[in-house]
């Protein structure tokens, strides 16, 4: 029985998982992006986000418990320093999923992981996004309004002037 066994065993050993995991990681912090299904890219957010988390603050144990879970150097270095830095502001949510269709062998669902911090696109949408009023009720009746009433006192200020 299954009884609160939540996570996905991914039809690997725990040790080819745990392995693959670690790579797939490494891979996410190198080059920020990578290319997965979206089984395996739910699985390693769950597995890259608590490291994420631990990252923020830059102490010899947090780079140990890091280390014993990637096992690459030039990962934790990366990490500790770059990838620190973008996402200390950000209190949780560090990586994004994107569906990307299905894959012509076998029909698995691919998508493409990312760390938010670094899709200059997706960055630009917001702010650009973040410039917009929420009332748009109120600033469509007000210049109609305006319009309307300007003719109109233009209008007897006309007839003035021409008498």
Same mark, same amino acid.
């Given at each position: 029985m299954?009884?609160?066994?939540?996570?996905n065993h991914l039809g690997r050993k725990a040790n080819?998982?745990?392995?693959?995991?670690?790579?797939? =990681?490494?891979?996410?912090?190198?080059?920020k992006r990578i290319h997965t299904t979206l089984a395996k890219a739910k699985a390693l957010r769950i597995y890259v986000e608590p490291l994420l988390t631990r990252a923020k603050e830059d102490t010899? =144990?947090?780079?140990?418990?890091?280390?014993?879970?990637?096992?690459?150097?030039a990962v +934790?270095?990366?990490?500790?320093?770059?990838?620190?830095?973008? +996402?200390?502001?950000?209190?949780?949510?560090y990586t994004r999923i994107l569906r990307t269709g299905f894959r012509l062998g076998d029909a698995a669902e691919m998508c493409i992981i990312e760390l938010v911090d670094y899709n200059?696109?997706?960055?630009?949408?917001?702010?650009?996004?973040?410039k917009k009023s929420t009332r748009r009720a109120g600033k469509k009746a007000a210049p109609k309004a305006e319009e309307a009433a300007a003719p109109a006192a233009e209008a007897p200020a006309a007839e003035a002037a021409a008498e």
């Amino acid at each position: 029985m299954r009884h609160n066994k939540k996570f996905n065993h991914l039809g690997r050993k725990a040790n080819h998982r745990a392995a693959m995991l670690s790579n797939m =990681a490494c891979s996410l912090i190198m080059h920020k992006r990578i290319h997965t299904t979206l089984a395996k890219a739910k699985a390693l957010r769950i597995y890259v986000e608590p490291l994420l988390t631990r990252a923020k603050e830059d102490t010899q =144990a947090n780079r140990r418990l890091v280390f014993s879970e990637l096992k690459q150097k030039a990962v +934790i270095t990366e990490l500790f320093q770059n990838v620190a830095e973008k +996402i200390a502001n950000r209190p949780g949510g560090y990586t994004r999923i994107l569906r990307t269709g299905f894959r012509l062998g076998d029909a698995a669902e691919m998508c493409i992981i990312e760390l938010v911090d670094y899709n200059e696109n997706m960055l630009k949408d917001t702010k650009k996004a973040a410039k917009k009023s929420t009332r748009r009720a109120g600033k469509k009746a007000a210049p109609k309004a305006e319009e309307a009433a300007a003719p109109a006192a233009e209008a007897p200020a006309a007839e003035a002037a021409a008498e």
